[in-house]
């Protein structure tokens, strides 16, 4: 998984080792309580819960606590009230079920991996403490072979699960879909004795020899697949367990390959492998190119060093002691102390300076945690240092001073990924001391229109959330006395949307008509604030998701085209807004693909190089030709208008 998270070309298929660690789990845990069973003829399920949670729960809690200072030091503040979402939910052992309700992540250019998405395998773990042995319990009063009965039908059902659910994130994060490997694991431990009960000599010879090729296949697979391997997702997964049992056989029962897993090393790091696995994932966002100073293989052994010595120092002081019921003594407590503090002092220094120059807010992409959604706070930084004003209480502050006369724009620019990576490069340009001011609101994939799912392609979809997102930037714009809305949305819009059992898209005529009725009341409810709405129009993707993986470090999940590379649909949903904010006179379509495009007419890979996202670097570029464009449109509206807040200064 190390090499997984590091992004190592040849380990795409690293997430296959969680896959073993379920079946590993479930043989474990079965044989526990069928030993303590046989032993005492009952299960103490309060007993059981009680040791697991002396097992598990010390490491955790240094992993949230490390979760939290990576939220603080190396994730945007755009993505924080996210983030705090996902420790939340992984505090609670349910943190795949928020990954499935918000959709696999969609990732932009600048977005950053969450600090506990590692957290969803440890939530279905700990679902399984919590069943399976009421589960045992239960079943074992009629016997052995009830007992294995109900373990294989909550192993069938979860392989039907797999091939019959649609969404490739459900497959992947879901109890329900993955319970079968534990399943299998959990089958393996009841059918044991009939294993052992087989001539010896045989028994270790197929064991060493499944073992091996097991082991074989599996470095093949993960050199080979990707979390956009179709056929994990339509039973790949369950059909993988086979591998886990062979493996766990050769473990046990084979010779030369028991052998070489019990190399001292690799005993070693399996005492710590809990803690491992726990604190990565913080540490390696941490200690980042940037931070460090190093990358490629420095970068890795440095993040590999400092994992290590947090999971020691966690065995030591906090796991063994709260496991075994005792304190940690001797030079044991200052060694594991001083190594704990230095490696998680270590990854916070040097944090990344403030910003100088004019004054830059930047306003969280929000995320509902429940059916009511909230927004992260909002951060202003300036030369002073920063502040931080609740979002909630945006709404409830008074307007600014009345402007002079002439005075540079204050702009409230939201939407989704577009806006993100566009408004960095106005940002940049406010933070060189010219007056324009920027306040950035972005949800990734955020729509006007969105029903259950966005379906982006064949095996992928999500839901954004973007439900507060206009009264967020409503809300915003009376806060800081705004002179315009900028808009940058609809990409996402061009992709499938699954509403109940129907697929549905821009061009059909409901879906067109449903969208245009959201979209003008979403545009009422900004007119509402008396500034220009500056709503720019949607350049056909052509997104390319290799080249996407390449750039991003991580593949796009699902198989085939994006259903949103129609320049059709591209050319509609143009149309369709340009109806609408015509019924409204402070807005305005902003001809962005045309400044795109430039003369060539079509959209050079340096601006956009996956035919989707913009590079950052052509953010920058274009940030000063945007703002030009952004003045003549907002000069359109103020001949046609009288507005209070014209005029703007739209030097740049």
């Known amino acids: 998984m190390l090499l997984y998270h590091q992004g190592a070309s040849f ?12 079946t590993l789990s479930g043989y474990l845990i079965t044989s526990l309580l069928l030993a303590e069973h046989e032993r005492t003829g009952r299960i103490d399920v309060r007993r059981f819960w009680s040791r697991r949670l002396r097992r598990l729960l010390p490491a955790s809690l240094l992993g949230l606590a490390l979760a939290l200072v990576a939220v603080a030091v190396a994730v945007p ?30 990732v932009d250019l600048t977005t950053v991996m969450s600090p506990v998405l590692h ?25 052995r072979a009830t007992f294995a009965l109900a373990v294989a039908l909550v192993a069938v ?83 993988f367990t086979a591998l886990s049992v062979l493996l766990l056989v050769g473990a046990v029962e084979g010779a030369s390959f028991a052998r070489a897993l019990a190399w001292q090393p690799l005993r070693a790091l ?104 909230t927004t992260a706070p909002t951060t202003t930084v300036d030369a002073a240092g920063s502040t931080t004003v609740p979002a909630a209480a945006a709404a409830a502050a008074p ?81 800081i006395d705004a002179d315009a809305f900028v808009v940058f949305i609809g990409s996402m819009e061009l992709s499938n949307v699954r509403v109940g059992d129907a697929v549905q898209h821009i061009g059909e005529p409901d879906f067109d008509a449903t969208y245009t009725a959201l979209l003008d009341r979403r545009l009422s409810e900004l007119d509402a604030v008396g500034i220009p709405v500056l709503w720019t129009d949607v350049p056909p993707p052509s997104w390319d998701p290799a080249e996407y993986a390449a750039m991003q470090g991580q593949p796009l999940p699902g198989d085939g085209p994006p259903y949103m590379n129609d320049p059709v649909r591209a050319s509609r949903l143009n149309d369709l807004d340009s109806g609408v904010l015509a019924r409204h006179p402070l807005a305005r379509h902003v001809p962005y693909t045309a ?48 507005l209070a807040r014209s005029p703007v200064d739209w030097t740049p």
């Open 11 to 22: 380990a795409h298929g690293g997430f296959l080792g969680v896959s073993v660690f379920f």
């Open 77 to 106: 503040t755009r993505q924080q009230a996210s983030a705090i979402g996902d420790i939340r939910a992984a505090l609670a052992d349910v943190a795949n079920w928020r990954f499935i309700v918000h959709g696999t992540p969609y």
């Open 119 to 143: 957290f969803w395998s440890l939530a279905i773990e700990e679902q399984f403490y919590l069943v399976f042995p009421l589960l045992a319990a239960l079943a074992l009063r009629r016997g």
């Open 157 to 239: 059902a979860s392989l039907a699960r797999q091939v019959t659910v649609a969404s490739s994130d459900h497959v992947y994060f879901g109890t329900d879909t993955r319970a079968a490997e534990l399943g299998v694991g959990a089958l393996l431990a009841l059918a044991w004795p009939a294993i052992a009960s087989a001539p010896a000599r045989w028994r270790v010879r197929v064991a060493d020899v499944g073992g091996w090729c097991a082991f074989a296949a599996l470095v093949v697979l993960v050199a080979g697949v990707d979390l956009t391997t179709g056929t994990l997702y339509r039973g790949g997964l369950g059909a």
């Open 270 to 373: 399996g005492r710590v492998s809990y803690g491992v696995y726990v604190v990565h994932v913080p540490l390696f966002l941490l200690l980042s190119a940037d931070r460090t100073g190093v990358d490629g293989a420095p970068l890795f052994a440095l993040r590999c060093a400092v994992t290590l010595a947090v999971a020691v120092a966690s065995y030591h002081l906090l796991e063994l002691p709260v496991r075994s019921g005792r304190a940690v003594r001797g030079r044991m407590a200052p060694v594991a102390v001083a190594c704990g503090l230095v490696a998680v002092v270590a990854c916070t220094f040097p944090l990344v300076p403030a910003r100088h120059g004019s004054t830059l807010v930047v306003a969280a992409a929000h995320a509902p945690t429940s059916t009511t959604t």
């Open 399 to 479: 307007p600014a001073a009345a402007p002079p006369p002439s005075h540079p724009p204050r702009l409230v620019l939201f939407g989704d990924s577009t806006a993100l990576a566009t408004g960095a490069g106005l940002s940049d340009m406010a933070a060189h001391g010219n007056g324009l001011e920027v306040s950035l609101l972005g949800t990734l994939g955020c729509v006007v229109y969105h029903g259950d799912a966005l379906v982006v392609r064949d095996n992928f979809e999500f839901t954004p959330a973007c439900d507060t997102l206009f009264d967020d930037a409503v809300a915003e714009a009376r806060r």
């Open 595 to 642: 400044l795109l495009e430039g003369s060539s007419g079509t959209v050079p890979t340096s601006i956009r190089p996956d035919g989707l996202h913009l590079a950052r670097a052509g953010a920058d570029q274009l940030a000063p030709a945007l703002l030009d464009l952004l003045a003549t449109t907002y000069r359109a509206v103020a001949a046609a208008d009288d």
